[in-house]
């Protein structure tokens, strides 16, 4: 297993933050930060922590600017060409922007809405992250392409058609076997964009189920729109209304006594 | 009322037979050349037409085994010239052009489709005929690979294009860089289309014979290396047809089902082979 003591004791001198120790139970922060699309502002002033080892969610209406948000984490926003952030976000004490992306992005993992093997076999759509970043020789591959199938909860469905095409799976083997896949390289963050959308009930519970398990081993941020999804599986919740972080607390607190008359509009479905 | 309804199924009628009238049309035209390509060229078809050189003039018999393996020599060459320029110019269009020069590329692009084809063969003969003082390989190769890197261009960067995003950021999130990800993974999900793609230029350069007129100007025997004049099919064909002799006129029958046949050949391999790539065995 992989532990995060060693990236915990980082300092945060190198961010030219406060003189303070990077506290281990935050993962990752992100302190006033905006974000435009060309001259349209779509995030303001977004302050929040995503806790360490646990799994946050992410809720609110369609347009709200939780994804824009999930997608600066790794700083995804990248492809879309004029996307700009402000502000700062911190990985235990670095800023992000001035890590190397794809250091970034090997330590910030993502899973998409729609699942999204690779034109590969199973085998090689885990191995892939392995291979292009020089992890693990030929022999350590199978090892690990084993154990990231079994930490994702497929291994049993497919050991004996690891060779077969990835495109042969189910919908939600497909998005375990892109669990899998982030797993591989070892992500301490793993950050994803409502992963069960094109879910089916069942499906949709065995990745809840497997998130729970997986939180020992990474951080979770989670967008949803389900928000039944949101109170069984989150630790904390944070509500997005209009590119602002409208509230953020303990799961159980958002929706049993949120503090804002948005916020219980909302989880109560009166609007959105 | 009912007159306007009548005029109104009259149109109609008209109209449906007319589009399936246009588009049987079509179809014979290919049937029409097909037929007559395989009751002519097959009369003519013998083992010594892939194997012997063109007969002395005068002289029945004889065949076309230079041209044959010209052809081939100057395809590869234009391959060798075509096919990397045409991928590696798409990939940049699809993948990491900006917009203004993209939109140069692109536009110069379809100018050079446009170029009739014996410009770009006056252009290999000022480039290498003229300097070297002979005709050549060379040229004509040079001459066809011009030609293939349009159609190479545009097939390349629209299959690029067809691949979802989601892919790509499937990989850009695991860390891969752009080239990483456009190599390891965009590529291989457009490789379909991209050689089908280069399929249909190779296709179309094989049958060119304007451009090959005055750079490989033909040959009537073996043309060894890459230096010196040689024979292909399409200028066999051009010189065979307009011959006074019924034998040649013959060969250049054979001469055409050959062609056909081998461009059929090549398309239905190189389909073969790349939907072995896609069984998802191998990156």
Redesign the interface.
Known sequence: MRTNTSEDARPAERAGGTASPWPADVKMRATSVDFYYGGRQALHTINLQVPTGRITALIGPSGCGKTTFLRIL?R?YE?VPQARPEGEVLLDGEDIFSLDV??L??RV??V???P??????IF?NIA??L???GMGSKSTLAEAVEKSLRRAALWEEVKDSL?????ALSGGQQQRL?IA??LA?GPEVLLLDEPCSALDPIATAKIEELLFNLKDLCTMVIVTHNMQQAARAADFTGFFLMGRLIEFNKTEIIFKTPAKKETEDYITGRFG | MSLRIRWRKLVNVVMLSLTGVCALLTVSVLFVILGYLLWYGSKSLDWAFFTRLPAPVGEAGGGMANAIVGSGKLLLLASLIGIPFGLLAGVYLAEFGGKTFSFLVRYTTDLLNGVPSIVTGIFAYTVIVIPMKHFSTLAGGLALGVMMIPIAVRTTEESLRAVPRVLREGALALGASKWKTVATVVMPAAMRGIVTGIMLTLARVAGETAPLLFTALGNRFWSPGWNQPIASLPVMIYEYALSAYDDWHRQAWAAGLVLLALVLITNVGARLVVSRGISFRRA
């Open positions: 790794n995804m492809t794809v250091n992005r090997r993992g993502m998409f809405q729609k999204n093997p690779f034109p590969k076999s090689d892939y992250g291979r292009i970043n060779h077969k095409s990835a495109y892109c896949r982030a390289v």
